[in-house]
């Protein structure tokens, strides 16, 4: 099994990132994901979920209405669209399997002026 984050970096206040998750090793159109961050001395929280069909996603009540996860189950990709960030979301952002379970060794998303 392998997942591999990108689409982390320096972002300004204001500003959107589009994370993606590529997936290997496993029959992904089977598996729902989530997308984690852990923020330095912070413990790892739950940032969204997305069922296996992609019909079916929750969110952390800190993110409703400015991120968006989504999947590509011919591409064995999910993402995270986030918008509107501020420096509290300042984190590592880890991908998750949640049945296996799998993490992804995580991309830094830096918000800062």
């Known amino acids: 099994v392998q997942l591999v984050e990108s689409g982390g970096g320096l972002v300004q206040p204001g500003g959107s990132l589009r994370l993606s998750c590529t997936a290997s090793g496993f029959t992904f159109s089977s598996h729902g994901m989530s997308w984690y961050r852990q923020a330095p001395g912070k413990e790892r929280e739950l940032v969204a979920y997305i069922t296996n069909s992609g019909a079916g996603t929750n969110y952390a009540d800190f993110v409703k209405g400015r991120f968006t996860i989504s999947r590509d189950n011919v591409k064995n990709t999910v993402f995270l669209q986030m918008n509107s960030l501020n420096s509290e979301d300042t984190a590592v952002y880890y991908c998750?399997?949640?049945?296996?379970?799998?993490w992804g060794q995580g991309t830094q998303v830096t918000v800062s002026s």
């Open positions: 998750y399997i949640p049945r296996l379970p799998f």
